[in-house]
Antibody, heavy 127, light 109 residues
Framework: EVHLVESGGGLVKPGESLRLSCAASGFGFTPTWMTWVRQAPGKGLEWVARIKTSADGGTPDYAASVNGRFTMSRDDSRNMVSLQMNSLKADDSAVYYC??????????????????WGQGTLVTVSA | DIQMTQSPSSLSASVGDRVTITCRSSHNINNFLNWYQQRPGKAPKLLIHATSTLQSGVPSRFSGSGSGTDFTLTISSLQPEDFGTYYCQQNYNPDTLFTFGQGTKVEIK
């Protein structure tokens, strides 16, 4: 059974830092691209960051709203991804979901989707 | 960036009704479109990928269609457990982030 378990959320003040972690099990972690998706209270879903596999370069990509402040990393030896969040703002308050990407390759292309999700961890940025 | 726009933002329908949700992309994304369902307080769940391919275990009353910039999620006969918010997501370019629509909240009358 697949499990994605996030940890590290909490209440911080604007300008402070927080580090989220996600422990994965039940699927092949090393060949899987991983993402962080967030959802502000009462709002929709926003992709925050995505990290490719080490074989694909291990390159993280970030939403413009967090670029330069957030850093996503992965540790394939521990089946974990992390999100280091610096210079936090009130707008960063949200439930942060760790999510694994799945894919299928058809004649028409390579289709990618968020197939597994954690339960989410709440980050609140408030003075 | 590719922007995704869903309509309506919310709807209320009765059990047994046919429900249609529309998703429009700001760019041609061929059929690189996913749909998710999110129930209150829960993580999203993948329903459909590649515009029309149902994820394993998803009831056949759900279907997806479209191509290019206009896409549709249809629930042929709404059931009580179908309440929640539905999101479309484009996955056109693997080297960019995959944006979501703003969501459509489905309520049962």
């Amino acid at each position: 059974e697949v499990h994605l378990v996030e940890s590290g959320g909490g209440l911080v003040k604007p300008g402070e830092s927080l580090r989220l972690s996600c422990a994965a099990s039940g699927f092949g972690f090393t060949p899987t691209w991983m993402t962080w998706v967030r959802q502000a209270p009462g709002k929709g879903l926003e992709w925050v960051a995505r990290i490719k596999t080490s074989a694909d370069g291990g390159t993280p990509d970030y939403a413009a709203s967090v670029n330069g402040r957030f850093t996503m990393s992965r540790d394939d030896s521990r089946n974990m991804v992390s999100l280091q969040m610096n210079s936090l703002k009130a707008d960063d308050s949200a439930v942060y979901y760790c999510s694994a990407l799945g894919s299928v390759t058809l004649s028409s292309g390579w289709y990618i989707f968020n197939v597994y999700w954690g339960q989410g961890t709440l980050v609140t940025v408030s003075a | 960036d590719i922007q995704m726009t869903q309509s309506p933002s919310s709807l209320s329908a009765s059990v047994g009704d046919r429900v249609t949700i529309t998703c429009r992309s700001s760019h041609n994304i061929n059929n690189f479109l996913n749909w998710y369902q999110q129930r209150p307080g829960k993580a999203p769940k993948l329903l459909i990928h590649a515009t029309s391919t149902l994820q394993s275990g998803v009831p056949s009353r759900f279907s997806g269609s479209g191509s290019g910039t206009d896409f549709t999620l249809t629930i042929s006969s709404l059931q009580p457990e179908d309440f929640g918010t539905y999101y479309c997501q484009q996955n056109y370019n693997p080297d960019t982030l995959f944006t979501f629509g703003q969501g459509t909240k489905v309520e049962i009358k």
